[in-house]
């Protein structure tokens, strides 16, 4: 070694040993800074930018609070498609795969345009676009659900939700959606230093309001069709197993009726938001919007209600004459609340929101994914958190419950239709009504848990037994329906 | 060419002493300390585990065992080697937030934690568990027992 090349060599050691302790800081800042991030996450889940009340029904502002919520609320505009739900485009006709929905359908509105669904997105938009609106007369109550309706209600109400419920309900559906865009959304004035809103018009979907308390976040239930409906069947005396709030409730004095904001726990709210509309129900127009829950949740039991009650102009209760048979005939809406009900997944305290909209983890972050949709397409957040087994199998268990329940309710509606088919030949051949009556009553009960189960929007996932069960009796009463008709003929 | 040589040691001193410096308070706080306790505090520093440590919290076994008591090896030196292996895979996870989510249990994990409901429980089981309880079909205690140690998981 020259004694020139030594302290050259020197300094390129000195440059690299300062190159390695700059990468070393680099990195370790990096983690420092990570490790304080982290930490400011998990102290502030959110930060208030904005003040939001209870007539800001337009979600872009409580965005701005709540962007990781409102960023995933706005993925329900994807199209998204299961086996047996949904579609990648405007959603099919539901009488392209069930054919026989035509027939069950006769003289009523939805035997014009019923299509899948589609994301919560859409809510609005398909309502104002189905031929079912656009061809036929329908009541404001449709909005009830539809759309971001309480400050409405409480405008036309003079500060009475209720009142303004009942007023709303009875207009119609396009002088109900004129009265909700008019109401608009008291949207915050960005920068200004005291609370500032503006009004600005228009009808939303139902957005954060509709299930948060502006004030505190928390979950809260505000339809008055689902205050009522709980209340209803909290009077009643159907146990209810799977709702601990309400046998609590049962147990005291009663003097103060059942209320779901105050009574429910924290998990119970998690499906009741959800039980706001999805749900049976009677929408209008002959009285007000209500839900059926008075004898209990489970098919029998709306049913039972159904029967005993009668409209303000004395008639029984019904949906629509049978164009083919005459019959008065039940229309089921989507029961999941109900269905969900007499399933294990109830029984346990699975709420909706724990498989529709599962915990997710953003950085040091809890967050429930307001993307809601399918679980099937989010197994591992949805199932696997209870069920830690491989997602092919998961999704098998998924497959086969549904799959047999399509099955069986294939050879339900070919029962039904036998039996409206029956009853055609019997008229032909000079049978009454009167004679028919047996007949008729029968296709009422068949009819309705047909529909019961197909209005479900699960196929059979949210309560299997239960669902079967529905079937085989729609089964049994279509046949014996059938046999009637046939008898009814030969007199 | 004499000043540039004296000022050599200086300089790597520095330069160490700022790496050492900023390490050593990244450490601090990152609660590194923490991890070489038995606190079962320390395995949700990073939030990821707040929920097993709730549901451990409210599980039949809280009174009788923590986090380190099933998850880790007892012998010394296989405990720090899977210390490290967690501790590497848990710490690269959380700060690239590449994780499976929810978590799931490694079947490494799974044999530690399997020899370890056997070590306080075989007087219980000898009858029951026959041959290797840790082999890859053999049936874990936590098949059947999963509210063990974690009970209500929300």
Redesign the interface.
């Known amino acids: 070694m020259s004694p020139e090349t030594a302290?050259k060599r020197?300094t390129w050691m000195?440059i690299a040993?300062?190159a390695v302790?700059a990468a070393?800081?680099f990195l370790?800042?990096g983690?420092?800074t990570?490790?304080?991030e982290?930490k400011q996450e998990?102290k502030n889940p959110y930060v208030r930018l904005v003040e939001v009340n209870d007539e800001t029904t337009d979600p872009a502002a409580w965005g701005v609070n709540w962007s990781r919520q409102y960023d995933d609320y706005r993925r329900t505009a994807e199209p998204t498609k299961t086996r047996f739900g949904g579609s990648e485009t405007l959603p099919a006709e539901k009488a392209t795969e069930f054919p026989w929905l035509t027939r069950m359908f006769a003289g009523y509105a939805f035997a014009i345009d019923y299509r899948d669904r589609r994301g919560h997105a859409y809510m609005l938009q398909d309502q104002e676009q189905t031929r079912r609106v656009t061809e036929r007369p329908q009541p404001g109550s449709c909005l009830q659900c539809h759309t971001s309706v309480i400050p409405t209600y409480r405008r036309l109400g003079n500060g009475d939700v209720f009142k303004g419920f009942e007023t709303l309900g009875a207009m119609s559906y396009q002088a109900a959606h004129a009265e909700v865009v008019k109401t608009g959304s008291s949207n915050p004035v960005a920068g200004s230093g005291s609370p500032k809103f503006d009004r600005k018009d228009g009808a939303h979907p139902v957005s954060c309001v509709d299930c948060h308390d502006p004030r505190s976040m928390e979950l809260r239930v505000t339809r008055p069709g689902f205050i009522r409906g709980i209340q209803a069947l909290a009077s009643g005396s159907s146990p209810t197993p799977h709702l601990e709030s309400i046998e609590r409730w049962r147990r005291g004095s009663k003097t103060v009726p059942y209320d779901p904001n105050v009574d429910a726990s924290r998990?119970e709210m998690r499906s009741f938001v959800c039980g706001q509309c999805h749900v049976e129900y009677y929408c209008g127009p002959k009285t007000t919007l209500f839900y059926p829950w008075n004898n209990g949740l489970r098919v029998e039991q709306i049913e039972s209600y159904y029967d005993q009650y009668k409209f303000p102009d004395g008639h029984r209760f019904y949906d629509w004459k049978h164009a083919e048979t005459g019959t008065e005939v039940l229309k089921a809406q989507h029961p999941e609340f109900e269905t969900w009900s007499q399933g294990v997944h109830a029984r346990s305290g699975v709420a909706c929101a724990?498989c529709h909209m599962p915990y997710?983890?953003d950085?040091?972050?809890?967050v429930s994914d307001h993307w809601v949709r399918s679980p099937a397409l989010n197994i591992?957040?949805a199932c696997?958190?209870?069920h830690?087994y491989a997602e092919t199998e998961l999704q098998a268990r998924i497959d086969t419950i549904q799959s047999r329940t399509h099955e069986l309710l294939n050879r339900a509606a070919k029962a039904l239709t036998d039996l409206m088919d029956a009853v055609a030949a019997a008229k032909k051949g000079g049978a009454t009504d009167a004679t028919l009556a047996d007949a008729l009553a029968l296709h009422r009960k068949a009819q309705w848990r047909v529909d019961f189960v197909a209005a479900e929007n699960s196929m059979g996932f949210h309560a299997p037994q239960e669902t079967a069960r529905v079937l085989a009796e729609a089964i049994d009463y279509a046949r014996q329906g059938e046999i009637k008709a046939r008898q009814a003929a030969k007199k | 060419?004499t000043r540039?040589?004296s000022a050599?040691p200086l300089?790597?001193v520095i330069?160490?002493g700022?790496?050492a410096g900023?390490?050593a308070?990244?450490f601090k706080?990152?609660e590194g300390l923490s991890y070489f306790s038995t606190d079962p505090r320390a395995c949700k520093n990073?939030?990821?585990m707040?929920?097993q440590y709730a549901s451990w919290s409210r599980g039949p076994h809280h009174a009788a065992a923590r986090c380190i008591d099933c998850h880790l090896p007892h012998e010394f030196i296989p405990k720090y080697i899977a210390k490290a292996d967690n501790g590497y895979r848990h710490s690269k996870g959380?700060?690239f937030?590449d994780f499976?989510?929810?978590i799931?249990i490694k079947p490494s994990n799974a044999r530690t934690l399997q020899a370890n409901c056997v070590r306080c429980h075989a007087d219980f089981v000898h009858d029951i568990v026959r041959g290797s309880t840790t082999r890859e079909d053999a049936v874990l205690c936590v098949h059947c027992h999963r509210g063990a140690g974690h009970g209500a998981?929300?």
Not at chain 1, 363 to 366: D, F, L, N, T
């Open positions: 302290p020197r000195l040993l300062g302790v070393g800081v370790v800042t983690l420092l990570s490790i304080f982290r998990a998990q724990d997710k983890r950085g040091a972050m809890k591992a957040r696997q958190a209870c830690p | 060419m540039v040589r050599l300089v790597v330069l160490i700022t790496l900023v390490g308070y990244t706080y990152g990073c939030h990821v707040n929920d959380f700060t937030m499976h989510d929810p799931m998981r929300r």
